[in-house]
């Protein structure tokens, strides 16, 4: 009888455990919640926890830390324990993922200077691109911008938000990542294939050697446009002049190898300035801003690292893919402006480029007939 017992309380207990370390259903991810089943799969893993309360948060965004994390649980990556003072509570991991290389991953990066200052980087909200461009990288390419998108498009390892469109477009890359959307990206990492993380290589790949997406990738023509300038400069991939903004602005970046110490891992190299015409009506298709604003044609390019010819390259290239021709000694006479700092005005078959340069920036703008 007491044989019995034991064997009857010895059951209890392990189904007690077995079934609470089992036990993922949250009060905030129903039945028919899209990633119910990869929530539950990913929390016994241990790659991410709930909150109190029994909450999952499934569409709370995700900070630049978290994801890291998510990505080392989910790959095993060694965590050396950190017997110093932490800085961060993410000190550790930061250390074990120093090796990879990835985008966003230098421990001194703890400010954000690209776009705010006193923000601090790894707590704030990582974006869907920024996602794109870890994972690129942990697959062994260095890909940035909506060429890590279309990378990750193209090797399966994410198929957009909006259902049956596999595009740059649905990809919504400015969007931030949510805690659902952070799970089901990892696991469809490791049921693609990537089995273990990736060295990212310093240089950056070659946007020539992506494989061609369907078309229709991006909400404007013009940000294809852009997109395809640059597949002829590896290394420069174009962002808004704001995360999360559209705006009549789109800047040009190109990546510094290897980061500064400061943590910087890119340097904007253009400005390019499209028209408002709000006047056009809603059915003008064309960037827009918070405020509904309708862009139209390329108005000017402001070049900030004038001295870098690739810079000036992509600025001619830009006006040349927008059916702009400049003449022959285009080239010369922007150096001529930079040397002598004079305003040139050039002609042109459709106007005149008018060129300036001012403070440590040359503008060339369009005035049209």
């Known amino acids: 009888m007491k044989i019995k017992l034991m064997t009857l309380i010895t059951f209890l207990t392990l189904s007690l455990f077995s079934s609470s370390a089992t036990a993922t259903t949250f009060s905030d991810v129903p039945n028919d919640h899209w990633a119910k089943g990869t929530i539950e799969r990913a929390v016994n893993q241990g790659i991410i926890k709930g909150y109190p309360g029994n909450r999952f948060a499934p569409d709370e965004h995700v900070s630049v830390a978290a994801f890291f994390t998510m990505l080392s649980r989910a790959y095993q990556v060694q965590i ?5 003072k932490l800085e961060h509570w993410a000190d550790s991991i930061y250390e074990a993922i120093e090796k990879y290389q990835y985008p966003y991953s230098k421990l001194q990066q703890k400010y954000i200077n690209r776009w705010e200052s006193k923000f601090l980087y790894r707590d704030r909200p990582i974006t869907r691109t920024e996602v794109a461009e870890i994972i690129a990288g942990a697959d062994g390419v260095n890909y940035r911008g909506d060429f890590a998108v279309h990378y990750i498009l193209s090797q399966g390892y994410a198929s957009g938000k909006l259902n049956g469109q596999t595009s740059i477009l649905s990809y919504h890359g400015k969007s931030f990542l949510t805690r ?4 089901a990206f990892i696991e469809k990492l490791k049921t693609k294939g990537l089995k273990e993380l990736r060295v990212r290589p310093q240089q950056p790949s070659d946007p020539k050697k992506l494989p061609p997406l369907p078309n229709n990738q991006f909400p404007d023509p013009k940000e294809g446009v852009l997109h395809e300038v640059l597949m002829d400069y590896p290394g420069y991939y174009v962002e808004p002049l704001h995360p999360n903004v559209n705006s009549m602005f789109r800047a040009i970046q190109r990546e510094i190898i290897p980061a500064e110490k400061n943590g910087d891992d890119a340097k904007l ?13 809603d059915d003008f298709h064309g960037f827009r801003n918070e405020e509904d604003v309708h862009l139209g044609g390329l108005s000017s390019i402001v070049i900030s690292d004038f001295e870098n010819d690739n810079a000036v390259l992509i600025a001619i ?5 927008f059916d702009i021709e400049p003449p022959p000694r285009f080239l010369e006479i922007i150096k001529e402006v ?4 004079q305003k040139k005005v050039v002609p042109y078959d459709g106007g005149q480029f008018i060129i300036v340069y001012q403070g440590s920036q040359l503008t060339i703008s369009l005035q049209k007939k």
């Open 317 to 321: 290239d830009t006006f040349r893919r």
């Open 338 to 341: 930079m040397t002598f700092k």
């Open 80 to 84: 050396t324990p950190n017997n110093k």
């Open 180 to 183: 659902a959307e952070a799970v």
């Open 269 to 281: 190299e253009l400005l390019i300035l499209f028209e408002d015409l709000t006047e056009f009506g």
